[in-house]
Every structure is written in C-alpha cells, then in structure tokens.
C-alpha cells in the first residue's frame, strides 16, 4: 500500500480533527502518501481531494468539527454513485481509505470495500452507539456539555423552584441522557431504550415535593419525546408547571476534551497500522483499555446495550 486516503461522514463529533490529525501523520510515518478526501462520500464523488502533509493538520488537535467537512450523500447509496467513487480513488491509485463516522458511514464503507478498497472505519460519533467499542469520539466531549448545562440550569432551577426539562441527543441511543443524568445529578432520565411512563416521572416529582425538594431536572433523549410533549404532559397529570431547555447542536461543538483527543489519537493510529498490516473490513475500537478490531458487519448490524445499572444509580443518588 502506497496512498490511503481519509475521510469523515454522518454528523460531525469533537475529535474528528485530532482523529485526521493522527490518520495524517501515523500514515506519513509508515511512509505512505495520506490524502484528505472532503465531504465524506459527497466530496469523493466529486473529486474533492488534495494531499495532506504534516504540517496540513498542525493546529487542529483542539479544535471541533472536522477540518474535512462532512455531509451526507444519497448519490453513494447508489450503484452509478458509488462506481464513479471506485473510479476517482483509482485515478488517484488509493487503495485504502480510513472512514471516521458512525453506523451510516460504516455502512457506506462496507459498500466501498465489495468493490476492492481496502477500509478501516473509526468511530466517531456523539451518540455513543457503536456495538464493539466503549466509546465513540465525541462521546465525552458531548455528555461534559451536557452536564455544563445542567449545572447552569440547575442554579436557576434552585433560585426560582423550578422543574426544568432539558432535552438531549438521542434518537435511537440514551448514552448521553444517562451518562450527563447520572454526572449531573438529573431527577429523572428518559431514553428510548425503556417505555416512557409520564405517570411515573409525575410520581417521582410528586414524591420529591413531599419530601421538601422544590426543584427538579428531567433529562430526556429526543428519541424519546420533545421535551414540549414531556412538558406538556406533567402539566396535564400533575398541574407543575415546568420550564425547557432543548441544547440542539451545542452538543456537537466544542474543543475535545482530552479523552477524546485520546482516544482519537489511538484509534486511528490503530486504523493506519491495521491498513499497513493488510486487514480491511474492520472498526477501531475500544474493550476496556485495549484496542481490538471488529468487523464493520458486526459493529453496524449489532444493537449496543445500554447500561440500566446507571439509570437504577442515578434514581437511587437523586433522592
Ligand atoms: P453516520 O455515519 O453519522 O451514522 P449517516 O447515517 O448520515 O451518518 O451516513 C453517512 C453517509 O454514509 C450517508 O449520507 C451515505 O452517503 C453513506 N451511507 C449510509 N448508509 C449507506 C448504505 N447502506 N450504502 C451506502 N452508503 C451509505
């Protein structure tokens, strides 16, 4: 192998930047030719390619988002789109690509890899929803924003005796409700994982205001319900009146925390040196404090199990 090439796809996670950065200069070490491939499989369609050297990702190991860009392709999701892509990373005589994403692009790896190239993905995603690894990149750096918040809200949640319900990232996976919840002392944290009960959340506020607890944080996971619904939802069976915070795509921003920097760095170097070995067909991941590869089928096609353990601890902690 001579030249790989790199790319990041889905929506964008703190890291990306030092997971290119470490694609970049792992690859130049093993003395081989890395270049950037922009816009994820949009940008490859296209052409989008230049050269990255060592000094192409100086200065970027703290900054958020991806100095590729990403976005999203439906010409890949077809035959003719992902033809003309085998075609473009022939003329540039790439052989191997590391793809920094979720499962959609992982997915979109799988695909590259029927036609011959070599593929090697690394997780980078928020959500925190990859089967074969314990953590994602970004993962961190998104449930610290989310518990920044809820200190923030919480102090005027306090002042004024409010229960205040944030909503969080999430459409299919409740890591971060559970893990910000849990850190940030939430009163209640739904998820998608578990049936939502209103009931129960109106009991819990209820029981709490007996006990002289005049104020309450409900986390929810957007794939559970707006926090609107939540909202309006308490108002009808137990009268609270509850304020909202959605925090959106504050959750995707941010300079890395030093966890994901890490993890980056070790991952994708990981990926370059799985390349340089001959393997393809496999995620980076994370099992405790080794790194192992899982194959791309495996880590798209299997469902992550969510932690309950943490939901039992943050309702037993938030009393
Ligand atoms: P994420 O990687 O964050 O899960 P998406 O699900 O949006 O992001 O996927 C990113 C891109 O990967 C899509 O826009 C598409 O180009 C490509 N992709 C996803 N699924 C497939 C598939 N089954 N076949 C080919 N390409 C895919």
């Known amino acids: 192998m001579k030249r790989i090439g790199v790319l990041s796809s889905g929506g964008d996670a703190p890291g990306m930047n030092a997971a290119i950065r470490a694609v970049v200069r792992k690859g130049i070490y093993h003395d081989l030719e890395v270049w950037g491939i922009k816009r994820g499989y949009a940008g490859l369609i296209d052409g989008e390619l230049y050269r990255l050297e060592l000094r192409s990702v100086a200065d970027v190991i703290q900054r958020g988002g991806t100095i590729l860009h990403t976005a999203r392709s439906q010409e890949f999701m077809t035959n003719e789109g992902r033809q003309r892509a085998l075609s473009i990373l022939k003329e540039y005589g790439i052989d191997g690509v590391v793809v920094i994403g979720g499962d959609g692009s992982f997915r979109g790896g799988i695909e590259l890899m029927k036609l011959g190239i070599k593929v090697v993905g690394v997780p980078g995603t928020i959500d925190n929803d990859l089967f074969g690894t314990d953590y994602t990149i970004g993962f961190d750096t998104a449930v610290n924003t989310v518990v920044d918040a809820i200190n923030k809200v919480r102090d005027t949640a306090v002042s004024h005796e409010r229960i205040f319900v944030i909503e969080v990232m999430g459409r299919h996976s409740g890591e971060i409700a559970l893990n910000a919840g849990l850190a940030g002392g939430a009163e209640s944290i739904l998820i998608p994982e578990l049936p939502y009960n209103p009931s129960e959340v109106c009991l819990r506020l209820r029981e709490s205001y007996l006990k002289g607890k005049k104020h309450s944080i409900i986390i929810v996971a957007e794939g559970v ?85 943490f939901l039992e601890l943050a309702q037993v902690l938030s009393r």
């Open 225 to 309: 319900a707006s926090a609107s619904q939540v909202v309006e939802d308490i108002r009808t069976i137990s009268g609270f009146d509850t304020r909202i915070t959605v925090l959106g795509h504050l959750q995707r921003g941010g300079t890395p925390s030093a966890f994901d920097r890490n993890l980056a760095s070790r991952l994708s170097a990981a990926a370059v040196e799985a390349l340089v070995n001959g393997n393809s067909g496999y995620m980076v991941g994370i099992q405790g404090s080794q790194i192992s590869l899982v194959s791309l089928e495996e880590a798209v096609n299997h469902k992550k199990q969510i932690n309950t353990e």
